[in-house]
Nanobody, 124 residues
Framework: QVQLVESGGGLVQAGDSLRLSCSAS????????MGWFRQAPGKEREFVGG???????KYHDSVKGRFTISRDNAKITVYLQMNNLEPEDTAVYFC??????????????????WGQGTQVTVSS
């Protein structure tokens, strides 16, 4: 089992930055692929980006150049740095852990463990 807890969400204005954190516990964190997803009201949960144990990253096209995922294996934490936020980024953001794959998947079904989510609201 892996327990995930997100933090750092809030209300910001368009153009602002925000950093989300996801703290993990329960098993060897460095071997996990970690993903960030988001779900806006009335929409499906979508892949934002992910990071492998070795630090390789993958992003959804809509956030490339604005969002950066990093991890600190010593602190068993993964981060989502969000810059130049847009109202369209408003959503509940979830971190997730994949203990089975060898690559970063953008599919929800590949992730085994999920956090409870943190709300990000971007006003125009």
């Amino acid at each position: 089992q892996v327990q995930l807890v997100e933090s750092g969400g809030g209300l910001v204005q368009a153009g602002d930055s925000l950093r989300l954190s996801c703290s993990a516990s329960g098993r060897t964190f460095s071997s996990l692929i970690m993903g960030w997803f988001r779900q806006a009201p009335g929409k499906e949960r979508e892949f934002v980006g992910g990071i492998s144990g070795g630090g390789s990253t993958k992003y959804h096209d809509s956030v490339k150049g604005r969002f950066t995922i990093s991890r600190d294996n010593a602190k068993i934490t993964v981060y989502l740095q969000m810059n130049n936020l847009e109202p369209e980024d408003t959503a509940v953001y979830f971190c997730a852990a994949d203990q089975r794959s060898w690559f970063i998947s953008n599919m929800r079904s590949e992730y085994d463990f999920w956090g409870q989510g943190t709300q990000v609201t971007v006003s125009s």
